[in-house]
């Protein structure tokens, strides 16, 4: 008994290290580098990452790249001390990091991404992922390829009442369903900090529709995104824009899009930048009733005339923050899922894609697209 007691003791005084180590491996910070500023989401994030840093979460900004000196010196006056660049790939080779989080204009998702995967990088984008379809398509093949995980970042992706209107839906409490309507919009970019430099470069590139921007891109790759989520990958796409404020804006402020399934299934969804208050809405209709999320943090359910309030819900753990669920997909080695997960947005971008082909072209576009 007293050799067995002390082949254990000596067993662990063996394998305390080794655990130890792997512990500390697990503890390890996750290095972040931020690519881009010129995306107005990229100041609240960058802000709120520095701060969880000091905080002691396991996550570190490693360095921030722009080729704009002013957005540059501005940058260090909001997270003194952290390494800024004027260009991205020479941060990326000094730094190291395991994850990037761009705020690049749209049209250059595709760069960035092709930048990361070389380095097995991996990579998050503001949505939409891309500007088209045949670019999104190519960032996927990459990021496949290269093994690395690639994550469209919706703001919505992060209310819990988004997910508890789609168990509603989909565990058949207003039956079977069939139409999907959402209205995205507010009253327009720039009224947010007009004049600052946080709005300055953002406007010169999302105003611009052969750079990705405009009203459409914008705001209903939301609403492809609750349509497919919720009914799949429709047959057809009808769009049509409108451009009330040419004076303010060079490119589309409006954008409505229907998306039919051919089985008496449909999908409508309204994009502006002219609306007089933010909306961030959707109602799904089933044959029984109807779930509906409305913004502020308001979700109904309604069954023939009887409405009933619903608890919002909430999201546990690294499911309730972006970076956090990223960071956490990728150390515990699993897939981005759901709604922010890539080759989800690839369709989402097939959808937006077809849209703009239709608008352009006043006619109907069959989806596969070609």
Not at 54 to 65: A, K
Not at 72 to 84: E, L
Not at 290 to 304: F, Q, R
């Amino acid at each position: 008994m007293q050799r067995l007691n002390l082949f254990v003791i000596a067993l662990l005084l063996f394998c305390a290290p080794v655990i130890g180590n792997a512990q500390a491996a697990n503890q390890q910070r996750t290095k972040i580098a931020i690519v881009g500023l010129v995306h107005s989401h990229c100041w609240g994030f960058v802000t709120k990452l520095n701060e969880m840093h000091q905080r002691g979460d396991l996550i570190e900004i490693v360095g921030i790249s722009d080729d704009n000196q002013e957005l540059r010196d501005y940058i260090k006056t909001q997270v003194p001390g952290v390494p800024v660049y004027d260009n991205y790939t020479k941060m990326l080779d000094e730094k190291k990091p395991e994850v990037v989080w761009s705020f690049v204009e749209n049209d250059r998702h595709l760069e960035v991404t092709k930048a990361c995967a070389t380095r097995k990088i991996h990579v998050m984008f503001e949505k939409p992922m891309s500007a088209t379809y045949d670019e999104a398509r190519q960032m996927m093949a990459i990021a496949k390829k290269a093994g690395i995980q690639l994550m469209v970042n919706y703001q919505m992706a992060w209310w819990p009442e988004n997910y508890t209107a789609h168990d509603v839906a989909m565990r058949g409490d207003i039956g079977k369903v069939w139409r999907v309507r959402s209205v995205i919009g507010h009253g327009g970019p720039g009224n947010f900090e007009p004049g600052s430099i946080k709005q300055k470069y953002f406007l010169k590139w999302l105003t611009d529709e052969s750079r990705g921007g405009g009203a459409l891109i914008d705001f209903t790759c939301y609403g492809a995104k609750w349509a497919l989520w919720y009914l799949g990958l429709p047959k057809t796409v009808y769009a049509i824009t409108t451009h009330t404020r040419p004076e303010t804006y060079p490119s589309n402020t409006n954008a409505t899009v229907l998306m039919s399934y051919g089985d008496n299934k449909v999908a409508i969804t309204e994009g502006s930048w002219d609306l007089p208050r933010s909306f961030y809405d959707v109602e799904v209709f089933g044959d029984k009733g109807s779930v509906a999320m409305k913004y502020p943090k308001t979700l109904e359910l309604v069954i023939g005339t009887e409405k009933k309030p619903l608890e919002l819900g909430t999201l546990e753990g690294a499911r309730a923050e972006p970076i956090r669920y990223f960071v956490d997909c990728i150390r515990n080695h699993k897939p981005v899922e759901g709604v922010v997960a890539g080759d989800f947005n690839v369709n989402v971008m097939q959808i937006v894609e077809a849209a703009k082909r239709s608008a352009a072209s006043g006619k109907p576009v069959s989806l596969p697209l070609k």
